[in-house]
Each structure stands twice: as C-alpha cells, then as structure tokens.
C-alpha cells in the first residue's frame, strides 16, 4: 500500500484506541451512578443501556445513506465524536435515571454516526486479501483500550463522576479529530456505492443470511453490553466496582487477542468455517454464563465476546464487496443495534424472576435466550450451502 492510504488506515485503527477509552470509562461510571447513586432498578439500568443502542441503531442507517449522497460527509464522522465530548458533560447534572436514559440517547445517536464510517472507510480502503485481518486489528485495538479504560475507571472512581467526564470528554475530541485527518489522507479511495455489474466484486458470503446471523448473535450477546453487564456481574458474584471493570476489561482483551486468528483464518482458509463455528459458540454462551459461578459467568462471558468479536470484522469483509457497501456496513450496525435493544430488554425484564436452585444455581434471565441460541446454531450451519 502507497505511504498515504497506510498511514489513514493506521490513524484510523489508533481513532479506535483513543475513542474506546473514551467510551469505555464512561460505562461502568455511569452504570454505578445510576444503580448506586439514582437508585434505579435494573430494569431502568437496561434502558439506559439500551437507549444507547436503540439510538445508534437509527442513525447507523441514517449515515449510510448519508454517504451515498455524497462522500465528503464522512467528515461528520469525527465532528459527531466530538460532539459525545459535550453529551458526557451532562451526566453529572443529572438526578434521575430518566435524564440519563435522555443523555444515552444522544450519546447513541452520535456514536451511530461515527463508528460505522469509520469501519465503512477502514473496510472500503484495504485491499480484500488482508480486509478480516485489517479489520480485527482495527477492533482489537478497541479491545485494548476498553481494558485500560476499564483500568481508569478503577483508579479514578474516587475522583467523583465529574472529573471522570472530563477525561472522558479529552479523549472523545481526540479521536474525533484523528477520524478527520483519517478521512482527508484516505478520501480519495473512499467509494460509498458502486455500480453493479456482472464482473464486479462480490460478496463471498449471502448477505442475507450474514445479516441474519448478526440479529441473532447481537440479541444473545446484549448481556454483555454496556451497563447490564457491569451490575450483573457485580451482584450476582459479589465483586466491588473496581474488581468487577478490571476484569471485564481482561475478559474482553483476551477475547479479542484470541479473535484475530478466526479472522486470519477466515482470510486464508475459510469465511464460511469461521462463521459457524462464531454462530456455535455464541449460542452457549448465556448458557454457560447463567450458572452462578465466577468460573461460568467469565467464560458465558469470554465465548460471547470471542464469538462476536471475531463474526464482526468477517461480516464487514463480507459486506464491503457489496456495491451499496456504505448502507450495507451502516446497515448491520443498525440491525445489531436493534437486537441488542431487544435482548437487552429481555435480559432486564427477565431479571426479576430471579433463579433456578438446584444442583447450580442458574440464572432465569440468561436462559430466556435459549429459543435464540437455538435458531441462532441453525442459522450459522447453513453457511456456505447456498
């Protein structure tokens, strides 16, 4: 690759460090404020998590079509990073849950805008034969930092949410402003559309079939996300704050770490493999997770991390080929922004029916996803037969 479009894809890679710290410190702060300090139930805590993504979910889509319009709004991309700078202000001034589900909302809306760009652009701008692997790095990196920003929030948690905002707030202009000299260093690669021809790229994969089986997998993997996570994992284990973000945080490194080589081999070998077996292992996961032993709610945990961390730079790969590739990408991020609502909200209204005690204790909202898991296995089985 010319030194020009390397240099992009690297700053666009480093933007995913800088703005996961960002957004990664500001989760489990918000997730104790508004469990601990706002009172609110845990049905209340998956609405706030769940605003967020029902938000992106929105405006994913919005930014596809966005880009079909005309490329030189990618640059949005960053400003709308930056604008999330503004949004954590809020959080501390808030003294309900309702404001904050109101600030997650816009957070939601901004981050939907941003990111699938950035995986647009990062996906559009490498050469195929390397896309699954570019694109794990460009997620792996993500990994990284929401570790370390797991490990700010450990040691700032004294500092009060305020000054946790501010930082924050730094890192998000930051990687606003790296999307933005991104997207100058690479806009001359950038093809939001294509025409389709009979001789033109194509996608390896069904389309159809890949969006299928990220609904899917995105409903399962929503107990893992944001907010919910952090509490669940806190209460049903009694682990402190500090303990509980540390090592989500390694659970999420590790899984990413280990990702990288479903997508080497999804290069070099076999997409369709690698998608069956993501679809098998995230299928276990909330089963493995419900049973109430550190031991099982880490590895529930990991596999579906694992499982979703290695699908999601395949099905951009997948995607990427497809001549309306900016709304294709733009699309999957809105349609596993949805399901992650919808089995966000399962999991929180399922909450209150607590547990299963017999030989292992078992959690009941964990094991509402199994009808999912279920089509969910069928689904990446049928991979590669069309």
């Known amino acids: 690759m010319e030194r020009k479009r390397l240099a992009g894809i690297v700053l666009l890679i480093v933007s995913a460090f800088t703005g996961t710290i960002a957004f990664r410190l500001a989760t489990p702060a918000i997730a104790f404020y508004t469990r601990d300090v706002l009172k609110a139930s845990m049905l209340a805590v998956s609405l706030v998590s769940m605003s967020f993504v029902l938000a992106r979910a929105f405006s994913s889509v919005l930014g596809g079509f966005m880009l079909e319009k005309g490329k030189k ?40 805008i941003s990111w699938p760009m950035a995986q647009f652009v990062l996906a559009v701008t490498t050469p195929k034969e390397i896309r699954a692997r570019v694109t794990a790095v460009y997620f792996f990196f993500g990994s990284i930092a929401s570790l370390l920003g797991n490990y700010v929030y450990a040691y700032t948690v004294n500092l009060g949410l305020t000054r946790q905002m501010w930082i924050s707030s730094a890192f998000f202009v930051l990687t606003g402003l790296i999307m933005l000299l991104s997207y100058y260093l690479l806009y001359g690669e950038i ?115 694992f499982a979703f961390q290695s699908f999601r730079p395949i099905s951009r790969k997948v995607l990427a080929s497809y001549h309306r590739s900016s709304l294709a990408i733009g699309g999957v991020n809105g349609l596993q922004n949805i399901s992650t609502f919808v089995g966000g909200m399962l999991f929180g209204l399922a909450y209150s029916l607590g547990e299963i005690h017999s030989v292992v204790t078992l959690n009941i909202a964990l094991l509402v996803f199994l009808p999912v898991s279920l089509g969910l296995i069928v689904e990446g089985m049928k991979v590669g037969e069309e």
């Not at 999330?84 to 939907?112: C, D, E, H, M, R």
């Not at 704050?241 to 945080?249: D, K, S």
């Open 73 to 112: 709004l990618v640059y949005l991309g960053g400003f709308a990073m930056m604008g999330n700078a503004l949004a954590v202000q809020l959080y501390p001034l808030t003294s309900s849950w309702l404001q904050v589900f109101g600030i997650k909302l816009l957070n939601g809306f901004l981050n939907g």
């Open 191 to 305: 093809t939001p559309r294509r025409k389709k021809t009979s001789n033109g790229e194509r996608p390896s994969l069904n389309p159809r079939r890949i969006l299928i089986i990220a609904s899917l997998m995105a409903i399962i993997v929503a107990f893992t996300s944001g907010e919910i996570t952090y509490v669940y994992v806190s209460e049903a284990l009694g682990l402190s704050r500090e303990r509980t973000a540390v090592l989500l945080g390694w659970t999420g490194f590790l899984s990413a770490l280990l990702s990288y080589f479903v997508s080497w081999l999804a290069d070099v070998r076999s997409e369709a493999m690698m998608v069956r077996l993501t679809a098998l292992l995230a299928g276990i996961s909330p089963i493995l997770a419900s049973i109430k032993t550190a031991p099982t709610v880490f590895l529930g945990i990991f596999l579906a991390l």
